[in-house]
């Protein structure tokens, strides 16, 4: 496997792997990365689909991409991923999944078309006070050592980030900023989360820095994942014959450990319940979702809350991870990722409007008609005096095709759910549906004397506890995720958050789907380039905005310096007079 750029690797098609007739692949779970897998294994590896196994535990495919209405609870969507332009896999491979909506095109398409006839961006992007405006007015306001704490984590080594928590490479020059708010809210970010992970998120979005205030950066799908990408893909993978085998949980895979080689030979099953195995030769490729970030999530409803479940489970994702990393080094250190749960969780609600009396107090904040079919909020909203650290957010309408005329769908989540609400007076994590959409009226600016009765009888509200939904974001060192292919390995991959690739960063749709694709192309040798991850941190255009944007528009002679350094930068600049250079730094409004 190699990586490129370019039209002249993206538009090829690659030839037919050698020996792919003979070949099988067994796929461990359906989410993003597996389902990514399965299409690549099909497209660019003319695997025959009745040779393609997915396996998956539950009853239904998709993973942390979810979006389902379920009976007597109502409909409930556990998280929603903000997507660029730039996830290269991902449009390379969304090119060629056709529209279930609309005959003759590709979800691609629709998704292109879609945010250029009605771009995303917010026009209220935090609130204070129960519903006014926080006035952070698109400002970062970093001082300047705020932005020299973030350029010197920027240029750290990952070796010496290891292990290291954010508030351990950050002080509250930084943490008290609007940047902070920005940045931890809509990438579910913690103090204590990785200093290493923080560096990367960096690298990797450094060309949307200008866009962090206001979401102008993001573009969203027009229905829940679930039905704008899930879905169009078990379609795709439906019509190529693969094989779906439902409520069969992989509870272990078992290697042949030798010097310089490593062979998966079986796949313990649970089939029904009933125990079973597949037994594997070098021409069985394996695909192994390992860990995940929604196991042990819970759901509650109106009237109960969602249970904490932090035991893990026989036969999940993180027990089938440890029994597998029991077997070598090189397949990883789950429990660096998955013996925190107090600090990996965090709570999410799907609320449901049930008539117009909520909708003007949205309104109200979004600036915009929930029920026009466009963008709404543009993205989270984000309650900065909220003891939960509330974000809410409300996508284009309607959220799921089957969704009644006249409701609407949204997504509200708390990163501390276990501080006291500032009205419901509990932990987010001990509160009913109801108490939940209580809370998030009562920052809407919802008179306290109507409070309970909209919550009751306007809204439906399912709470959703996923305690190590950001278990990726824990600190960590190299080798504790193994790598997509581990060195050695003759017949298997590892897919998803939990695996290692270069340079690219999880949580995001891109990083889970760039993992099927590599795992695919490395096993069956493709020769076609994987698409680089977008080049941006090393592009001096785009580093240059990003200096000016985090430091609200002030130019480099606007920073606080000595009278020995500020001698030394005129002479610096003076050299530069006349030259590409100064005409550069004029462009971007450096100087």
Known sequence: MYYSSGNYEAFARPEKPEGVERKSAYIVGSGLAALTAACYLVRDGRMKGERVHILEKDALPGGACDGYHYDNVGYVMRGGREMDNHFEVMWDLFRSIPSIETEGISVLDEYYWLNKHDPNYSLMRATINRGMDAHTDGMFALSDKGALE????????????????????????????????????????????????????LKRFIH??????????????????????????????????????????????EFEIRPGRKQAKRICVLREGQEDAIDLTEDDLVFITNGGCVENSALGDQNH??????????????????????????????????????????????????????????????????????????????????????????????????????????????????????????????????????????????????????????????PCMMPYITAFFMPRAA??????????????????????????????????????????????????????????????????????????????????????????????LKKLEGTDLEKLLKEYNVI
């Open 150 to 201: 973030i350029m010197k984590l920027f240029f750290t080594p990952d070796e010496k980030l290891y292990d290291l928590r954010i508030d351990e490479v950050f002080d509250e020059e930084v943490l008290n900023s609007n940047f902070w708010m920005y940045w931890r809210t809509m990438f579910a970010f913690e103090n204590w989360h990785s200093a290493l992970e923080m560096k990367l998120y």
């Open 305 to 462: 809350p969602a249970p904490f479940r932090t035991e893990l489970k026989p036969g999940g994702g993180w027990d089938m991870w440890k029994k597998i990393a029991a077997q070598d080094p090189a397949f990883g250190h789950p429990d660096k990722f998955c013996s925190h749960p107090e600090m990996s969780n965090w709570m999410s609600a799907t609320v449901t409007t049930l008539d117009e009396r909520i909708v003007p107090y949205l309104k109200n904040i979004c600036k915009r008609d929930p029920f026009s079919g466009k963008v709404v909020t543009g993205g989270i909203v984000t309650v900065r005096d909220s003891g939960w650290l509330m974000s809410w957010t409300f996508n284009r309408q309607p959220q799921f095709r089957d969704q009644p005329k006249g409701q609407l769908v949204g997504w509200i989540y708390g990163l501390f759910s276990d501080r006291s609400g500032n009205y419901v007076h509990k932990a987010m994590r001990e509160c009913t549906g109801k108490e939940i959409c209580m809370e998030w009226l009562y920052h809407l600016g919802v008179p306290e004397d109507q409070i309970e009765d909209l919550a009751e009888h306007s809204a439906n509200t399912v």
């Open 479 to 572: 080798g504790d995720r193994p790598d997509v292919v581990p060195e050695g390995s003759v017949n298997f991959a590892f897919l998803g958050q939990f695996a290692e690739t270069k340079r690219d960063t999880i949580f995001t749709t891109e990083y889970s789907m760039r993992t099927g694709m590599e795992a695919v192309y490395t096993l069956l040798n493709i020769d076609r380039g994987v698409p680089e991850v977008w080049g941006s941190t090393y592009d001096v255009r785009d580093l240059l905005n990003a200096t000016v944007q985090l430091r609200d528009g002030k130019k480099l002679t606007d920073l606080d310096l000595g009278f020995k350094e500020r001698i030394a930068l005129k002479e610096v």
């Open 208 to 253: 949307h820095v200008g866009g962090l205030p206001d979401f102008k950066a993001l573009r969203f799908t027009k229905y829940n994942q679930y039905e704008s990408m899930i879905l169009p893909m078990i379609q795709y993978l439906q019509d190529h014959n693969v094989q779906f085998h439902y409520h069969t949980q992989v509870v272990n895979v």
